[in-house]
């Protein structure tokens, strides 16, 4: 079955940067548009980014664009979103999914602290 | 960008009762509306897509009804498995998609 490993947060100061990688496996990944959601504390479900499934296209939320970057290797079945330019807004549960209208699967998610 | 809105935020329901969620969206979304469970400590899981189909898995007792702007899960019959958060999301002007704020179905 769909397996969704997210790994790569933590804390980091105001300004820095963070890769986030998500491990895919039990399904053909190179089937399926992936995304990058998040969920602020005591806030609702953001979608972030997602990219098609040949990587040839992504699409980022007005509020992240330009700071972060969402990439695939299709031979390693990875995602990663590689954030830059941190700010306080951006500390979040990042969930990898599978998909970029319904979302068919979520991972765990990673947990991504922006803190001084 | 489509604005929803889940109503009641908290539902205090009874085991064996029905549990009834409402979805509403800022504007027509037609039918391309999904519901997702929430348990704690646990990732979401896909429940309802096109507002009324049920994913693959997904008891009978859920059901999904609506389109254009108002959205209704029900639960026929709570289960104890089935106090959790339940989010509705729409997928008909995008990017981006957009979720509502969710509802907490727990024990009454």
């Known amino acids: 079955q769909m397996q969704l490993v997210e790994s790569g947060g933590g804390l980091v100061k105001p300004g820095g940067s963070l890769r986030l990688s998500c491990a895919a496996s039990g399904f053909t990944f190179s089937d399926y548009y992936m995304s990058w959601i998040r969920r602020a504390p005591g806030k609702g479900l953001e979608w972030v980014s997602y990219i098609t499934n040949s990587g040839s296209n992504t699409y980022y939320a007005d509020s992240v664009k330009g700071r972060f970057t969402i990439s695939r290797d299709n031979a390693k079945n990875s995602l990663d979103l590689q954030m830059n330019s941190l700010r306080a807004e951006d500390t979040a549960l990042y969930y990898c999914?599978?998909?970029?209208?319904?979302?068919?699967?979520w991972g765990q998610g990673t947990l991504v602290t922006v803190s001084s | 960008e489509i604005v929803m809105t889940q109503s009641p935020a908290t539902l205090s329901v009874s085991p064996g009762e029905r549990a009834t969620l409402s979805c509403r969206a800022s504007?027509?979304?037609?039918?391309?509306l999904a519901w997702y469970q929430q348990k704690p400590g646990q990732a979401p899981r896909l429940l309802i897509y096109g507002a009324s189909t049920r994913a693959t898995g997904i008891p009978a007792r859920f059901s999904g009804s609506g389109s254009g702007t108002e959205f209704t899960l029900t639960i026929s019959s709570l289960q104890s498995e089935d106090f959790a958060v339940y989010y509705c999301?729409?997928?008909?002007?995008?990017?981006?998609?957009?979720f509502g704020g969710g509802t907490k179905v727990e024990t009454k």
């Open positions: 999301q729409q997928y008909n002007n995008w990017p981006p998609v957009t």
């Open positions: 504007q027509s979304v037609s039918s391309n």
């Open positions: 999914v599978v998909g970029y209208r319904k979302i068919d699967f």
